[in-house]
């Protein structure tokens, strides 16, 4: 079974700075995928990054980016020059062999003006 | 391409009744998610339907079940409903199995039990 991690329950953010949300993981599993999803008040789940097991390079999508550090299994999601519209519940989510998506409890973030 | 459609967007039912949830996947996706969404226990797996068999399966009573049409249309329900199963019911396509495909996800179904 995997296990995901996300401590930070909520975070604030200036306007055009960046925030990293912090996601650890738990598996036996060697191939897995590794997921960010943003979910705003509205409820839906919007897939942001993705980053495979076996990807040597971070992931990038646009302004987001993830800190993929295998050996301390760490996914963390960094998100650049953020803006009011990333207000938002971020989720860390893994798919492993039983292709069960599993997901932390989630970080709030608010962005400040 | 059209994204994932859920329907109804919201419902309120009382104890005991029951209730079908349904999911329209992205065109061309084959498998099909449902997952409970609470306050208390965050969002937990519930089911996972491709080419119309059930793959997999979370850690929910029999009252929860599922199925999935030939067109990929996943429909779930849930009977003798409790005050705990009050929810946000998130679905969510891929196209294939395996930990590599993303999932997309619609916008949910938002149950309260009375």
């Known amino acids: 079974a995997q296990k995901i991690t996300q401590t930070q329950p909520g975070m604030f953010v200036q306007e055009k700075e960046a925030v990293t949300l912090d996601c650890t993981y738990d598996?036996?599993?060697?191939?897995?995928?590794l997921f960010w999803y943003k979910q705003p008040s509205s409820g839906e789940m919007i897939f942001l990054i993705y980053q495979g097991s076996y990807d040597e390079q971070n992931a990038t999508e646009g302004r987001y980016s993830l800190n993929f550090q295998k050996a301390r299994k760490s996914a963390n999601l960094v998100i650049s020059a953020s803006q009011l519209g990333d207000s938002a519940m971020y989720f860390c989510a893994m798919r492993g062999n039983d292709y069960k998506l599993s997901f932390g409890a989630g970080t709030t973030v608010t962005v400040r003006a | 391409k059209a994204g994932v459609t859920q329907t109804p967007r919201y419902l309120i039912k009382t104890r005991g009744q029951q209730v079908t949830l349904s999911c329209s996947p992205i065109s061309g996706h084959r498998s099909v998610s449902w997952y409970q969404q609470t306050p208390g226990q965050g969002l937990q797996f519930l089911f996972e339907y491709f080419s119309e068999t059930q793959r997999n399966k979370g850690n929910f009573p029999g009252r929860f079940s599922g199925r999935q049409f030939s067109n990929s249309r996943s429909e779930m329900n849930v009977s003798t409903l409790e005050l705990g199963d009050s929810a946000l019911y998130l679905c969510?396509?891929?196209?294939?199995?395996?930990?590599?495909?993303?999932?997309?996800f619609g916008p949910g179904t938002r149950l309260t039990v009375l």
């Open positions: 598996t036996s599993d060697q191939s897995y995928g």
């Open positions: 969510a396509s891929s196209s294939n199995l395996g930990s590599y495909n993303e999932q997309f």
